[in-house]
């Protein structure tokens, strides 16, 4: 049964991303059901007429407690041993964002990423101190060293091995998602551990406004993922909403600012869009990027390029 927020104006739609890399094929199989789990959570959030903003944190939570996915726990490492993550919150209703960066220590970033943006009269804290300023407000804090997992130190010896420390895939990458409500606003949140064996204190492109995520009511809602130094050089998502602004549609747009970046620096990257009028973006330029959405009753989900399977949702009675 259609709940009371379902076709009161704007279509429902809940998309996410689990991250773009090389994702290995025995990773597959989690990685889909986590993103269509995370999908379906965010949607049940936006089912009962919570905000846009309630809704894609909501989806990134699951990802971040999922160590099929590089945040929260799970994160990969620094080339200490050590998990900072980075994340970011918009709404597009009033372009307010939140940021944390190389924060360690707490369950779920996101949520810290969003209590700056609601209680501090700044964008971005990062390290200890945004740490401090999140628990104080409590955000659930985690034991030291209760994030690392063993994937996570295996990842990290590879990278040491190899001598490259932009890995952003060890089975897990980013996790994102964008939202559209009820009322036709619009909000992204992005979450991630960044890249196995970076340097202690390094920021990617996932708190950064315009380069890890973007919202705007006028146009769309953007969450990205992949290589963030060249995500941060391109400008990612405010790229692809200045092409949608341009008149693409959502899917043109993603697609033609990953073909870009692809081209100038030769990285790997992916995206999901949302425009405000529900229409669905789903791109990238690397072997794999899981990503699902739920848009009325259908999961639309899919891992390879070209794949996009669709399930119906058969809805429990109340
Ligand atoms: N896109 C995630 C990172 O590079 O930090």
Redo the contacts with the bound molecule.
Sequence with gaps: MASAAEGAGAPLVLLVHGGAGDVADEGVPRKLEGVRRAAQAGYEVLRGGGAALDAAVAAVHVMEDDDAFNAGYGSVLNVDGEVEM?ALVMDGKTLNAGAVGVIPDVRHPIDAARLVMECAPHVLLVGEAAKRFAVARGVEAAPPGALVTPRAQAALRQAVERGDYTM?DTGGS?VGAVAIDSRGHLASATS?G??SGKMVGRV???PLVGC?GYADDTVGTVS?????ES?IKTNLAHSIIVLMRQGLSAQDATQRALDELGRRLNNTAGAITLSNKGDVGVAFISKRMSWAYRKGNEMHYGIDPDQHCVEIVQEKEN
């Design positions: 980075d952003h980013t991630t960044g890249t990617g492109d996932t890890g990205t993922t992949g290589h963030g995500i």
